[in-house]
Nanobody, 128 residues
Framework: QVQLVESGGGLVQPGGSLRLSCSIS????????VAWFRQAPGKEREGVGC????????RYVDSVKGRVIISRDKTKNTVYLQMNSLKPEDTAVYYC?????????????????????WGQGTQVTVSA
């Protein structure tokens, strides 16, 4: 059974940085993509970005481009979301999710309906 566990959330001041982790266990498929999503209070969940786990290619939504980096450490079965220059509007619960994905399908997308296994989320609060 595939399980995802997010960690690394917390309180950070505007302009600060934070790195979230998504630990993956029990994956029964060899090729997959991992995406990060977030849900702010009173808003719908939205994609942040994603990574093809095998080839490492990434895609980001426009609102976070240049401020976030998604990476993975295959030896630790972990995907990271490095967030810089954080703003109060980045405050949200951040989720990671996984879906089977082959490299020859191209760069994956952070589209919610394509991911069927999710972590429990980690709270990020950006406030002075």
């Amino acid at each position: 059974q595939v399980q995802l566990v997010e960690s690394g959330g917390g309180l950070v001041q505007p302009g600060g940085s934070l790195r979230l982790s998504c630990s993956i266990s029990g994956a029964t498929f060899d090729f997959y993509a991992v995406a990060w999503f977030r849900q702010a209070p009173g808003k719908e969940r939205e994609g942040v970005g994603c990574i093809g786990y095998t080839d490492g290619r990434t895609r980001y939504v426009d609102s976070v481009k240049g401020r976030v980096i998604i990476s993975r450490d295959k030896t630790k079965n972990t995907v990271y979301l490095q967030m810089n220059s954080l703003k109060p509007e980045d405050t949200a619960v951040y989720y990671c999710a996984i879906t089977p994905w082959a490299d020859n399908w191209g760069i994956p997308h952070p589209r919610e309906y394509e991911y069927d296994i999710w972590g429990q989320g980690t709270q990020v609060t950006v406030s002075a």
